[in-house]
Nanobody, 125 residues
């Protein structure tokens, strides 16, 4: 079983920054991928960013490219999402997830096995 715990959400003004953290614990495999997704009120969950744990390869949704950065700290079993230049459109619950077998492209939430509880991000205009 794998557990993921997100933190770092909160209320921020437009143009501000936040850094989300996701601590991974439990049984994990050596090759896996971590993703961040978000779900705004009344909308479907959408892909934000992903990182291959071993290689550090990253991918981003077009809507966050150049503003968000995903990274990981192997020693702390933690993945981060640095979010800059936030706008009201970034308001959502943010979730981290782990894909233990590198299935699919990693852009779809069906590619992931375990999910955190989410952390809320609210950006005021």
């Amino acid at each position: 079983q794998v557990q993921l715990v997100e933190s770092g959400g909160g209320l921020v003004q437009a143009g501000g920054s936040l850094r989300l953290s996701c601590v991974v614990s439990g049984r994990t495999f050596s090759h896996y991928r971590m993703g961040w997704f978000r779900q705004a009120p009344g909308k479907e969950r959408e892909f934000v960013a992903r990182i291959n744990w071993n290689t550090g390869t990253t991918r981003y949704a077009d809507s966050v490219k150049g503003r968000f950065t995903i990274s990981r700290d192997n020693a702390k079993s933690t993945v981060y999402l640095q979010m800059n230049s936030l706008g009201p459109e970034d308001t959502a619950d943010y979730y981290c997830a782990v894909d233990q077998v590198l299935r699919g492209t990693g852009f779809d939430d069906n590619d992931y096995d375990y999910w955190g509880q989410g952390t809320q991000v609210t950006v005021s205009s």
